[in-house]
């Protein structure tokens, strides 16, 4: 049962784990697709860009443990030296968004990059991770589905899966919902491939779609969690993230969609490349 795969078997003294694997798996192609996007553009290029997807994801795993430090801070306040242990699990993937773009912003600063048409490429990674997380959380117990009551939910929309302390119910099938819909965004995002968006809108909608899809499903979720207004905080640090990619969607959309309906309402939508 995929629930109950937390590792997949051993290399010599190393264990892999399944969550593990599946992230390292989605890295790996993410950089991979960063590369033949920039390849148009020559090989130094694509070199850098795989630079920056290096930058963004140690950013992100920083980002991710920093947030799930900070939302569990009533147990790491009195085990702090826990907060660095990263392979023992604990990420937020708020946090991984925030930790990725503010190092990849740094990194392109740094180098003279422009830093949308990289997070524009990085796009379908993106949710190619967001549906690989949900994966391995299912292998590994974490994010499960709240216990259904009998008659809640058709009997073959429910999973009989173990919670983080082993204990095996019918449940919502969190994790499998959060898989399917990270994966139903990319043909949404790859049909509307070619309309005249300016560069980063994408990435921007991508994430939001994430987050709306985290946030509905944190109302199905069966593990605690801190509470903020009366909310779970992973509920309300994703409509959060789903507020702010919204907003800088619609600050890159709009300058474009006043140009395409000014003067004679002929003016073509240019798409932008900003530099940082």
């Given at each position: ?22 992230i ?26 795989v ?9 992100g ?25 990263i392979?023992?699990?604990g ?65 073959w ?8 302390f ?13 898989a ?21 809108a ?28 009366g ?46």
């Amino acid at each position: 049962m995929i629930s109950v795969l937390p590792t997949l078997g051993h290399v010599g003294p190393f264990v892999l784990y399944t969550f593990t694997v599946l992230i390292d798996l989605g890295i790996v192609a993410g950089l991979g697709w960063l590369y033949l996007s920039a390849k148009t553009d020559g090989v130094a290029q694509a070199g850098r860009w795989v630079d920056a997807g290096l930058a963004a994801t140690l950013g992100g795993l920083i980002g991710a443990r920093l947030g799930y430090v900070f939302a569990n801070w009533a147990y790491f306040g009195t085990h702090f030296g826990e907060a660095i242990r990263i392979w023992e699990g604990g990420l937020a993937w708020p946090g991984a968004i925030a930790g990725g773009a503010i190092v990849l912003w740094g990194y392109c600063r740094l180098r003279g990059e422009s830093f949308w048409p990289i997070a524009d490429a990085l796009t379908f990674p993106i949710l190619i991770l967001a549906a690989l997380s949900w994966i391995g959380c299912a292998t590994n117990a974490c994010a499960p589905g709240r216990e259904a009551a009998p008659g809640m939910l058709p009997s073959w929309f429910t999973v009989d899966w173990p919670d983080a302390f082993g204990i095996k119910a019918l449940r919502w099938p969190t994790q499998i919902i959060g898989a399917v819909w990270s994966l139903l965004l990319i043909p949404g995002l790859w049909l509307v491939r070619d309309r005249e968006w300016p560069i980063g809108a994408r990435p921007l909608l991508a994430i939001a779609g994430i987050a709306l899809g985290a946030f509905a499903l944190a109302f199905t979720r069966g593990d605690q969690a801190p509470q903020l207004i009366g909310l779970r905080l992973d509920a309300v640090a994703s409509g959060m993230v789903m507020v702010v990619s919204l907003f800088l969607f619609w600050r890159r959309w709009m300058p474009a969609a006043r140009r395409k309906v000014g003067g004679n309402g002929n003016t073509p939508l240019q798409v932008q490349s900003d530099h940082p």
